[in-house]
């Protein structure tokens, strides 16, 4: 694996992994010293030129136990306020002689453009998407299935994907890069996936995914494995995609009522941040089903885990040296 | 770090077949197992504060029949775990990316007196890996090393307590461990790799992960 732009780009013995490490790596947080010297000398950069907190300091977290010297570049307070062009702004954080580009732009296709610019240069360091516009999100679905996985193997330890299961990505999904992520990365475990949206929020093309679409919540809940709710965004809400937030929360929302639709070992997700009394009410985010606090703790071993296997061993194309792109 | 491939390896029988030569069969391992758990138990007198820690993958294996083997002097049982050394590898740039294998520890390191258990003992350097990781995991009274096999050709300043056969190798030589629980069969051989004219012993040792069982 040389760099992590899209959850398409693994497949499902590479994904099943990166969750077994992720296990690993999640021991690290209960010990006395949270640190591997795995990633000594490596250098990672967290670019970020949308606000983040949990994705960029979790993978701040994650650098820094795996022994990575990172730092965190934002748009706001950098070069990128004064009109510097993403090209201009990479070429310039790769020239410093760093190994991985962790970047999240509000364009989608951003790190594939980033690639290409390393790519025609020959800079050879990795590059891993932390989420661009509405396209893709990879490491948040992968903690999504970490969180799932162990939520499953608590009643049958033996699962290792997800074969067998139906899962629901339930709202916005036109505008979402964690569901285009998630519904490629469940499907390469196997799942079956079920969207769930109004027709407004439904994107184009929908029906050559790999999943199933549904307009009616109530009829979907009493037969999956678990449901992950999409944020409702903001600027959506006066976009004309659905009348009036209530009338989202009456045909989409995970209400309390709804909660009493789900079977007994079906977990719930969100990817946060929440808008209760919204897209979930409070019952269901706080409810025992919840795995949402779960899924903020696996953040950072499922980054550790996909650090470690980007830049843990040696530099694929050129043998290591100290040329090339330092 | 034991990852021998034990894909359909010919059965030796006993004397040299295809430049493999049988050092232990099953009954002398299992005596020098049942040996080593004495002189563990001797030298710690008795069970009291031991933790076997095994270095997968066969040295896992080893760990527990070990305590198997004390808990039939002792009475009582020893606590097993499992620790990976990958990420404390002195050669992660020089491979491509290492599978990290289980750590578990049973019991708080703190005051503990550690037994470390391999199947072979080569470089160190996998021993000094595991030092460092027992470093990050707490404070133990004391660090011992026991392995099935030692054949020599150290790069470190580092010696095993506990040794269930002194093997003198040359360094070309390949030392396989093949344990029932993993490989289905229980038996110590000696491969003659190839050639032998990699030198003297650090110079040129065969790289590559499967040769990674030799390393410990």
Redesign the interface.
Known sequence: ?RHLLSAADLDQAEVV?ILD?AE?MS?VQS???K????LRGRTVVNLFFEDSTRTRSSFELAGKW?SADVINISAKGSSVSKGESLRDTVLTVAAMGVDALVIRHAASGAPWQVRRFFADLGIDAHVLNAGDGTHEHPTQALLDSFTLRRHFRATDPSVTDFSGRTIAIVGDITHSRVARSNVLLLQTLGAEVVLVAPPTLLPAGVSTWPATVSTDLDEVLPRVDAVMMLRVQRERMSGGYFPTPREYTIGYGLTRRRLDLLTGGAAICHPGPMNRGLEISADAADSAHSLILDQVAAGVAVRMSVL???L?????TPP?SLGGHS | MSDTPSTGAPANDSATAGGSRLVLDADQIARACARMAHQILESNRGAHGLVLLGIPTRGVVLAHRLASAMAEVEGSAVPVGSLDVTMYRDDLRRHPTREVGRTHVPVEVDGAVVVLVDDVLYSGRTVRAALDAIGDLGRPRAVRLAVLVDRGHRDLPIRADHVGKNLPTRAGERVRVRLAEVDGVNEVSIDLEATDESGPAGSARPAGPSDTEDEA
Do not use: T
């Open positions: 694996m992994g490490l690993e021991l010990r006395p010293v640190k591997l010297p795995a795996l470690y296997q980007l843990g061993g040696a530099d694929d290591p």
